[in-house]
């Protein structure tokens, strides 16, 4: 199983970016796919998830109206389209893959961040004022 982001970068506040994550040895429609981030001091926590049978969508409340999830399952990737950027969303971003999410939370099956079976190596966004 391996999963790699990337697509980060520099860009100005009010900007955007889109993160891939490129992912193998697993079935994408199958497993669901979160995105995180982790500021400098501060704990990694979760932005974004995708299920994987329904495609359903979660994200966080900092980052609702302005990120968007996605996936192509042909390409067995996950995107993270970020508009609206803002300093605060700067972060080392991660994808992650739970192949037994517990149920409920409010990103889904993502919520629960150390429950993560797989990641993949962080991207940098840094988005200046």
């Known amino acids: 199983v391996q999963l790699q982001a990337f697509g980060g970068g520099l860009v100005q506040s009010g900007g955007s970016l889109r993160l891939s994550c490129a992912t193998s040895?697993?079935?994408?429609?199958?497993?669901?796919i979160g995105w995180f981030r982790q500021a400098p001091g501060k704990e990694r926590e979760g932005v974004s998830c995708?299920?994987?049978?329904?495609?359903?969508?979660y994200y966080a409340d900092s980052v609702k109206g302005r990120f968007t999830i996605s996936r192509d399952n042909a390409k067995r990737t996950v995107y993270l389209q970020m508009d609206s950027l803002k300093p605060e969303d700067t972060a080392v971003y991660y994808c992650?893959?739970?192949?037994?999410?517990?149920?409920?939370?409010?990103?889904?099956?993502?919520?629960?961040?150390?429950?993560?079976?797989?990641w993949g190596k962080g991207t940098l966004v840094t988005v200046s004022s």
């Open positions: 995708i299920t994987g049978s329904d495609s359903r969508t």
């Open positions: 040895g697993f079935s994408l429609n199958h497993f669901p």
């Open positions: 992650g893959t739970d192949f037994t999410p517990p149920p409920g939370g409010s990103l889904g099956p993502c919520t629960y961040v150390n429950g993560m079976d797989y």
